[in-house]
């Protein structure tokens, strides 16, 4: 018997909880989400497959814009239950991720350090429970 998809339902907590994150700092400059269904494997509706929202915030060229933010997030992430580890640092420690479990629920934030004249972004990605594909 195939487990009944929730991806519809996912979708639209995934696109909930990636607004309301980055509501939360706000952004004068450009705001680019991408949100899509996800799966590592066919297109059958038993097929595994889960939701996942991707944002990224402008930030300005503030000092410390972007750490801020990604502060601003984990505090309020942690407050509400969410476990945080560090995730990666790349270019040369300049770009952060930390990452946030609950519920079989996911959230990446990634920020930069400041850099005198560069913009700060700030990348909120947020993957839901996997579930199956459904007639999606």
């Given at each position: 018997?195939?487990?009944?998809?929730?991806?519809?339902?996912?979708?639209?907590?995934?696109?909930?909880?990636?607004?309301?994150?980055?509501?939360l700092?706000?952004?004068?400059?450009d705001?680019?989400?991408?949100?899509?269904?996800?799966?590592?494997?066919?297109?059958?509706?038993?097929?595994?497959?889960?939701?996942?929202?991707?944002?990224?915030?402008?930030?300005?060229?503030?000092?410390?814009?972007?750490?801020?933010?990604?502060?601003?997030?984990?505090?309020?992430l942690?407050?509400?239950?969410?476990?945080?580890?560090?995730?990666?640092?790349?270019?040369?420690?300049?770009?952060?991720?930390?990452?946030?479990?609950?519920?079989?629920?996911y959230?990446?934030?990634?920020?930069?350090?400041?850099?005198?004249?560069?913009?700060?972004?700030?990348?909120?990605?947020?993957?839901?429970?996997?579930?199956?594909?459904?007639?999606?």
């Amino acid at each position: 018997m195939a487990t009944e998809s929730r991806l519809d339902e996912y979708r639209v907590e995934a696109e909930r909880l990636s607004e309301e994150l980055a509501g939360l700092v706000g952004s004068d400059g450009d705001d680019i989400v991408d949100s899509a269904a996800r799966s590592d494997v066919g297109t059958d509706p038993s097929d595994p497959a889960w939701w996942q929202v991707s944002r990224t915030l402008d930030l300005g060229v503030a000092t410390d814009a972007s750490a801020d933010a990604a502060r601003t997030v984990s505090e309020s992430l942690t407050s509400d239950g969410w476990a945080s580890e560090r995730v990666r640092e790349t270019a040369g420690g300049t770009r952060i991720a930390d990452g946030f479990r609950r519920d079989e629920w996911y959230v990446e934030v990634t920020w930069v350090t400041s850099e005198e004249g560069k913009s700060e972004p700030l990348e909120i990605v947020v993957v839901s429970p996997t579930t199956t594909r459904g007639g999606a």
